[in-house]
């Protein structure tokens, strides 16, 4: 019977890994196959991961943040189909992060955190001589990707991987420890500016919650700020001699690549519809510091990406799940403490780079909605015994003065 419930994990775990892939955008094997061909993948493994879900409809718990993600992906695909028509790429994509978001609420959460822990571990040591064969051309695209998406791949993935290590050894392990000094020397190798602050802001914070725990006050607090800063108070903001530094530590230009210029953009195409944005895949054209003209498809700022491709509609269904998922993760707990940090991360590195769509923080999300809920449920059986025990209580007094009525 265990040996069978091995082998059941581990075919699970290898078809999760399969399944995966190709949602994780990794360029040299998205670059490796026809268009068609990479869809067609994508399309299959949707399937298959709604019949995964199906198997365990009796068991999955559609709590209120996995409607809320669902409702969420509802906004995006319907705004996406009323801007620029119904696409088939965008439809896929969006319900798979829908579904994967549920998978990580069942019994299969286990087989899913190992296979993509197995497939960021791959990526970072296929990654690496691959990055040093490539590091001197004009604009180099590594296995896993650009400078950029190294960072936002990397990040993401090595925090999953100690996650999956306090699952199953309740403490790290020294292969996990290599892999995380070893992701941050890819990034810094690979040469990503904002990649490095972001990844020694992930290692000097999950270092620090190791010992002690994070007050979410204040780092929430500290972190809408920064947001405000960058999207209420730009315009003056990134004028000052302070930014000024901050930029010239980073090694960016005081437009951040020519991110404020985007930011701009985006806001003037939100403002005709504000209410469900102008959806995914809708172009961005900028000129960049030297005047050139290009055009993207991404935001670079996590609340800035959620308006845009789903206006107010969609922040006001994401931001109360966000924040629920935060409200009932217990800082006291490890795990719960290391996916608030994660958390954290996430989102400063959202003030720069487009990461809402990135499967990576779609699992950590996943996760932290499933820690969420277990203390939820946790609070919720303690406050139903406190009011059993308090009834129990009253009970008896009551037994006791009736005892002594009838005795006199």
């Known amino acids: 019977m265990e040996m069978t419930r091995h082998k059941n994990h581990y075919a699970i775990t290898l078809l999760c890994i399969v399944l995966i892939i190709p949602f994780l955008s990794i360029a040299d094997i998205k670059n490796s196959m026809p268009e068609n061909v990479y869809q067609i993948w994508q399309s299959l493994a949707l399937v298959v ?9 009796e068991t999955v718990k559609l709590n209120r943040s996995v409607r809320l993600f669902a409702l969420y992906g509802v906004i995006i695909l319907a705004s ?51 990055m040093l064969t490539r590091i001197n051309d004009v604009e180099p695209t590594f296995f896993i990707g650009g400078k950029n998406y190294l960072g936002v791949f990397l990040i993401p993935g090595v925090f999953i991987m100690i996650l999956n290590c306090l699952e199953h050894h309740e403490k790290l392990t020294k292969p996990v420890v290599t892999a995380v000094v070893f992701a941050l020397i890819s990034i810094l190798v690979g040469g990503s500016g904002t990649g490095l602050i972001v990844a020694l802001c992930g290692f ?3 270092r620090r919650a190791q010992n002690k725990r994070p007050n979410k006050k204040v780092y929430m607090g500290t972190l809408l700020t920064m947001y405000a800063l960058f999207l209420v108070f730009g315009e003056f903001f990134f004028h000052t001699s302070f930014w000024e530094s901050i930029a010239n530590f980073m090694g960016k230009d005081s437009t951040l690549t020519a991110r404020t210029e985007i930011w701009s953009t985006v ?66 707990d490890m795990k719960h403490r290391m996916i608030f940090v994660v958390l954290f991360v996430m989102l ?28 939820e449920n946790r609070q919720r059986e303690e406050l139903w ?24």
């Open 49 to 57: 991961f709604a019949i995964l879900l199906l198997t365990k409809s």
């Open 80 to 130: 996406s189909t009323i801007n620029n028509g119904f696409s088939p790429g965008i439809a896929v994509v969006t319900a798979t992060s829908v579904i994967l978001f549920a998978l990580l609420q069942t019994d299969f959460y286990y087989e899913m955190l190992s296979a993509i822990s197995i497939v960021v571990v791959g990526a970072l040591f296929i990654n690496f001589p691959v």
């Open 204 to 206: 000097f914070f999950w």
């Open 267 to 332: 806001v003037e195409l939100i403002s005709p519809s504000p209410l469900i944005g102008v959806g995914r895949g809708t172009r961005i054209y900028y000129t960049d510091s030297l005047g050139f003209m290009y055009y993207m498809e991404e935001a670079h700022n996590f609340v800035l990406e959620i308006l845009f491709e789903g206006g107010i509609l969609a922040l006001a269904v994401f931001a109360p799940l966000l924040f629920r998922m935060i409200r009932f993760l217990n800082t006291d």
């Open 348 to 375: 400063i590195n959202g003030l720069t780079e487009s990461i809402n769509n990135n499967y990576l923080v779609i699992t950590i999300l996943g996760i932290a909605c499933r820690y969420a809920t277990e203390e």
């Open 385 to 408: 015994e406190r009011q059993q025990k308090h009834i129990q209580q009253k009970n008896e007094r009551m037994q006791r003065m009736r005892l002594r009525r009838n005795g006199q």
